[in-house]
């Protein structure tokens, strides 16, 4: 389910293949056999596009990015305009496939267009601080302004229109003369100001439902007073607009839209209309306010624990680094400067690279291996290790502190209680898609011995970071502990 969800420019493709389809079957009498014929021929032929959607979608890049955009040109600059221009080729009467090819390229075209334009965009005019600030209130105030104006300049360009205006009456039709709206300017300042006094009228009604009865009323009192709230407001005030509208002389030259009497109920159901359809709107933005309010919450509680956890886990490293030169020290090895300089590149990494929220994996590579090669200086018998990575790309980012946590525990639980030869593999795969970690060592079961904090702030750290895309097992059998992790990346 967690693949199908990510495709979701797929899926768009998909119901717009069943729109099409749908469109093909009005007037047929055999509407379920063309509807399917319409169907396989889009989802045959157009195919590619789906393909192509379905891989950039998993890969888990941009269109333009990397071999995605090798694959987007061949297809939607290729592959496209060449099947659009044979099926228009083919076009005739009697031929349903050709058609629905053709349609469909077109409406390919133009989707793949707006899903561009929505990527690489919208997401960029979110940040612009006008748009950000601009509130729903604010936003369909401006949208009944540009309304008005239009109806506005279409009423203008319908005067003396034998279509449109009669003596009685002014039908406003779909059409705009920028001459006709110049030569009677004054004109169309006063029928859009009297206009946009219409849409005010609703506008009042939806403001008050927006930051009083929803937000206040609904929300605290629930809907019985909602429902009081909303009656009351329209009958207080529904008669007083409704003389307003009536008395305006643009309402007269479109034949009377609005009666002479106020009080008529056509009024009130308007009223009451305007507050029915924004309810829900208004119900779904609240929603998105709680739920945006909460997942912040619950990202300051993930941050605020992950640095409780990182804290905890520092320590529990210095003690370790200061074991090693504590026993390097004894011996007085000549290695002693060397390894103290190596103990200052681990102290550092811990301490500085652990305050970002992600390194690169060949960054963590090393880290894992200065601390192997330290701990062999302790080790008094041989180590049989093995290190096998296989790495795609050095600078995938992961999170820092992970992989040592096995390394770790298994020199400290493993390796060092070893009585006989002792071993070590490790075996790490990563690519733009996952990282995959396994450990094995040597294993010597000693009882009354505390866990310790490494592994349970692992677990936590992953399920924090790496929440339902991640994998943990650790098992010991024969004297062999085996731990496992696997961490999607997508």
């Given at each position: 389910?967690g693949?199908l ?17 749908i ?18 021929a ?5 195919s ?15 269109r ?23 099926s ?8 349903l496939i ?16 707006v ?51 009669s003596g009685?009456?002014l ?5 705009i ?10 004109t ?15 506008y ?43 008395g ?8 009377g ?8 109920a056509?009024?009130a ?31 300051e ?20 680094t ?53 701990q062999k ?17 050095g ?8 992989l040592?946590?096995f ?8 390796v ?15 690519d ?14 000693v ?44």
């Amino acid at each position: 389910m967690g693949a199908l969800a990510r495709r979701k420019d797929t899926w768009l493709y998909v119901g717009l293949f069943c729109w099409i389809s749908i469109g093909f079957t009005i007037g047929r009498d055999d509407y379920w056999a063309a509807y399917f014929q319409s169907l396989l021929a889009s989802l045959g032929l157009w195919s590619p596009v789906l393909v192509v959607t379905w891989v950039r979608e998993g890969s888990g890049m941009g269109r333009f990015m990397g071999r995605n955009r090798r694959i987007w040109l061949g297809c939607f600059l290729g592959y496209l305009p060449l099947l659009l221009a044979l099926s228009a080729a083919l076009l005739g009467p009697g031929r349903l496939i050709w058609p629905v090819v053709f349609t469909g390229g077109l409406c390919i075209a133009a989707l793949e267009c707006v899903l561009a334009v929505e990527s690489h965009y919208i997401g960029r005019l979110r940040e612009v601080k006008w748009v950000r600030r601009l509130s729903l209130e604010k936003a369909v105030l401006i949208s009944i302004t540009g309304l008005a104006l239009l109806l506005g300049a279409m009423a203008v360009s319908s005067l003396d229109n034998p279509l449109y205006h009669s003596g009685k009456q002014l039908l406003i039709g779909f059409e705009i003369h920028f001459l006709k709206i110049a030569a009677r300017f004054p004109t169309f300042i006063s029928y859009s100001l009297q206009l946009l006094v219409m849409y005010l009228a609703g506008y009042f009604f939806f403001y008050i439902n927006s930051r009083w009865l929803v937000p206040v009323i609904l929300k605290e009192r629930g809907i019985l007073y909602y429902v009081l709230c909303s009656s009351a407001l329209i009958g207080v005030f529904y008669p007083f607009w409704g003389q307003l509208l009536a008395g305006l002389p643009f309402s007269k030259i479109l034949g009377g839209v609005f009666s002479a009497n106020p009080f008529v109920a056509e009024n009130a159901f308007g009223a009451m209309l305007v507050l029915l359809i924004s309810l829900p709107v208004l119900l779904a933005i609240q929603w998105a306010r709680q739920n945006s309010l909460i997942t912040a919450l619950q990202h300051e509680k993930s941050l605020a624990e992950l640095d409780l956890l990182k804290q905890q886990l520092n320590p529990h490293f210095f003690f370790n680094t200061l074991n090693n030169l504590y026993a390097l020290s004894l011996q007085r090895s000549e290695q002693t400067p060397e390894s103290i300089l190596q103990l200052s590149e681990l102290m550092r990494y811990v301490i500085y690279k652990a305050r970002e929220p992600f390194v690169r994996v060949e960054e963590e590579v090393k880290y894992l291996n200065d601390y192997i090669q330290l701990q062999k200086i302790r080790l008094k018998r041989s180590l049989d290790l093995q290190f096998d990575m296989e790495i795609a790309d050095g600078t995938i980012l992961i999170a820092p502190l992970l992989l040592i946590v096995f390394v770790e525990n298994a020199f400290k639980h493993g390796v060092e209680n070893a009585e006989g030869p002792a071993f070590l593999h490790i075996i790490l795969k990563a690519d733009c898609q996952s990282v995959r970690f396994n450990c094995e060592n040597s294993y010597e079961p000693v009882s009354n011995v505390q866990t310790g904090i490494g592994l349970t702030n692992l677990r936590r750290r992953l399920a924090l970071l790496y929440p339902g895309r991640h994998r943990i097992t650790t098992a010991a059998d024969n004297g062999v502990f085996r731990a496992s992790l696997e961490i999607d990346l997508l």
